[in-house]
């Protein structure tokens, strides 16, 4: 018998509440949720791992072990490959549908604890907002070699991971039923019952929506590896852009993490335009979802890694040296590649402000040459001389300006300049039509409610 271990004691407190505790058990499939709610509860609800989770439906029960009364929701698993939407949505109903005092998060135990971690946070996803409602059960603890000697250290990096989770509690299938029960009544008795609400949008951004289909997983592998040759790319360039001069390198530092946006771009645009048709229409929607929320992490991890190189804040609109101005008398909009900030005039080449596609606006322009990621001068972004007579001077009003003296661009319009990858853009997939009805038509079709 192996005695379940809790990380924090906690005394069991009386319910200040006519109705009884009642909690939630989340976790990815195979982890063990069901059978440890069919051990609490006395059901015979199928378990066991598979590729999709083998809970279909959302299931209520009161545990009938241990010696405080609790409810009990399983919930399929977050990491299905087949029904995933009908899952995250199932999930989604769990956690919102009655008030909770608890959210159980059931990991695997691996003798590898990182991989713990790394799961733990894939499962904390959808309830980030709620972790200090979290507590952790680590599920078959019979597979340690010493459980009482690696509680400590596991415990110890699931806390670093989260530090606001409640607590830990690690089991085994052979551990007291009761004994388990009992240590979970005590860590739910700390917490009062709260109605959760999970947004739309938290859901979209969240929750696993869509799992590649095995007709298209050789696509969307080499996808993936393309994105990895991507980043790499232009990680390899950023650490060559290191010895660069502080001007030149600001301003690659800057190309490069427009362009990598760009670069993301088109092959996302590539797979759904091969891929699209052949997807149903839902399928379509949560697949865009999906990849562009990963395309937006990529951004900003590139981002991460480029911007602390820079001698300025590329995103602090109030720095001079965020060179984008605009006329104060004609209205013409400038960025600024050279020269210095005092008194000059109006006029050079055409603004190329909302089409950074142009690359008009670096003086360098980046390319991939066998293989590698390389740049080089753009002439168009030269500064041309102003010359007196208006036909040969290009584009301004020629008016006396003083650089510093201008006020800042006007936030909207520095925002379009400054983004890089927004979740804007995964918001305009969830607000069309074609989405929404789609969504609202599927899910009529999912029973949400609970079952014994």
């Given at each position: 018998m192996f005695r379940?271990?809790?990380?924090?004691?906690?005394?069991?407190?009386?319910?200040?509440?006519?109705?009884?505790?009642?909690?939630?058990?989340?976790?990815?499939?195979?982890?063990?949720?069901?059978?440890?709610?069919?051990?609490?509860?006395?059901?015979?609800?199928?378990?066991?791992?598979?590729?999709?989770?083998?809970?279909?439906?959302?299931?209520?029960?009161?545990?009938?072990?241990?010696?405080?009364a609790f409810s009990l929701i399983d919930t399929p698993g977050t990491d299905s490959q087949t029904d995933t939407y009908k899952h995250a949505v199932l999930l989604r109903a769990g956690l919102t549908a009655t008030d909770l005092n608890t959210i159980f998060i059931v990991l695997k135990y691996e003798n590898r604890y990182i991989k713990m971690v790394d799961n733990y946070l894939q499962v904390e996803q959808p309830v980030g907002n709620f972790t200090s409602k979290i507590v952790i059960l680590i599920s078959h603890m019979d597979e340690a070699k010493n459980p009482q000697g690696e509680f400590p250290e596991i415990c110890t990096l699931l806390t670093e991971a989260s530090p606001h989770i409640a607590n830990v509690i690690f089991f085994s299938e052979m551990s007291d039923a009761g004994a388990i029960a009992d240590l979970m009544y005590a860590c739910m008795s700390h917490m009062e019952p709260q109605r959760l609400r999970i947004t739309d949008e938290e859901f979209h951004f969240n929750f696993n929506l869509y799992a590649v289909r095995l007709s298209m997983r050789k696509s969307f592998d080499q996808y993936k590896t393309q994105v990895q040759t991507l980043f790499a790319g232009y990680a390899k360039l950023r650490e060559r852009t290191r010895s660069a001069s502080d001007e030149d390198k600001d301003e690659l530092f800057h190309a490069m993490i427009v362009q990598f946006k760009y670069d993301l771009d088109d092959l996302y645009q590539k797979f759904i335009s091969k891929h699209g048709n052949d997807m149903v229409e839902l399928e379509h929607y949560a697949l865009c979802i999906e990849m562009q929320r990963e395309n937006v992490k990529n951004c900003d991890r590139f981002v991460n890694s480029v911007t602390p190189l820079m001698t300025y804040n590329l995103f602090d609109t109030t720095d001079p040296r965020n060179l984008i101005?605009?006329?104060?008398?004609?209205?013409?909009?400038?960025?600024?590649?050279?020269?210095?900030?005092?008194?000059?005039?109006?006029?050079?080449?055409?603004?190329?402000?909302?089409?950074?596609?142009?690359?008009?606006?670096?003086?360098?322009?980046?390319?991939?040459?066998n293989g590698e990621l390389v740049h080089t001068k753009?002439?168009?972004?030269?500064?041309?001389?102003?010359?007196?007579?208006?036909?040969?001077?290009?584009?301004?009003?020629?008016?006396?300006?003083?650089?510093?003296?201008?006020?800042?661009?006007?936030?909207?319009?520095?925002?379009?300049?400054?983004?890089?990858?927004?979740?804007?853009?995964?918001?305009?997939?969830?607000?069309?039509?074609?989405?929404?009805?789609a969504r609202a038509k599927y899910v009529a079709t999912i029973d949400v409610t609970f079952h014994s």
């Amino acid at each position: 018998m192996f005695r379940p271990l809790i990380k924090n004691s906690l005394t069991a407190r009386a319910s200040r509440h006519s109705n009884r505790p009642c909690c939630v058990l989340i976790g990815q499939t195979g982890a063990g949720k069901t059978t440890l709610a069919n051990q609490l509860c006395n059901t015979k609800h199928i378990a066991g791992a598979s590729a999709g989770s083998v809970t279909q439906q959302l299931s209520k029960n009161d545990a009938s072990v241990g010696q405080n009364a609790f409810s009990l929701i399983d919930t399929p698993g977050t990491d299905s490959q087949t029904d995933t939407y009908k899952h995250a949505v199932l999930l989604r109903a769990g956690l919102t549908a009655t008030d909770l005092n608890t959210i159980f998060i059931v990991l695997k135990y691996e003798n590898r604890y990182i991989k713990m971690v790394d799961n733990y946070l894939q499962v904390e996803q959808p309830v980030g907002n709620f972790t200090s409602k979290i507590v952790i059960l680590i599920s078959h603890m019979d597979e340690a070699k010493n459980p009482q000697g690696e509680f400590p250290e596991i415990c110890t990096l699931l806390t670093e991971a989260s530090p606001h989770i409640a607590n830990v509690i690690f089991f085994s299938e052979m551990s007291d039923a009761g004994a388990i029960a009992d240590l979970m009544y005590a860590c739910m008795s700390h917490m009062e019952p709260q109605r959760l609400r999970i947004t739309d949008e938290e859901f979209h951004f969240n929750f696993n929506l869509y799992a590649v289909r095995l007709s298209m997983r050789k696509s969307f592998d080499q996808y993936k590896t393309q994105v990895q040759t991507l980043f790499a790319g232009y990680a390899k360039l950023r650490e060559r852009t290191r010895s660069a001069s502080d001007e030149d390198k600001d301003e690659l530092f800057h190309a490069m993490i427009v362009q990598f946006k760009y670069d993301l771009d088109d092959l996302y645009q590539k797979f759904i335009s091969k891929h699209g048709n052949d997807m149903v229409e839902l399928e379509h929607y949560a697949l865009c979802i999906e990849m562009q929320r990963e395309n937006v992490k990529n951004c900003d991890r590139f981002v991460n890694s480029v911007t602390p190189l820079m001698t300025y804040n590329l995103f602090d609109t109030t720095d001079p040296r965020n060179l984008i101005k605009a006329c104060p008398h004609c209205g013409l909009v400038w960025w600024k590649t050279e020269g210095c900030d005092g008194a000059t005039t109006c006029g050079n080449r055409v603004s190329t402000l909302f089409d950074m596609r142009s690359r008009a606006l670096f003086r360098y322009v980046l390319k991939w040459v066998n293989g590698e990621l390389v740049h080089t001068k753009n002439p168009v972004a030269k500064s041309a001389p102003v010359s007196a007579t208006p036909s040969a001077r290009g584009v301004g009003c020629g008016k006396a300006i003083v650089w510093n003296e201008i006020p800042k661009l006007d936030d909207e319009i520095l925002f379009k300049i400054f983004e890089v990858k927004t979740m804007e853009e995964v918001k305009n997939i969830m607000k069309s039509g074609g989405y929404q009805r789609a969504r609202a038509k599927y899910v009529a079709t999912i029973d949400v409610t609970f079952h014994s």
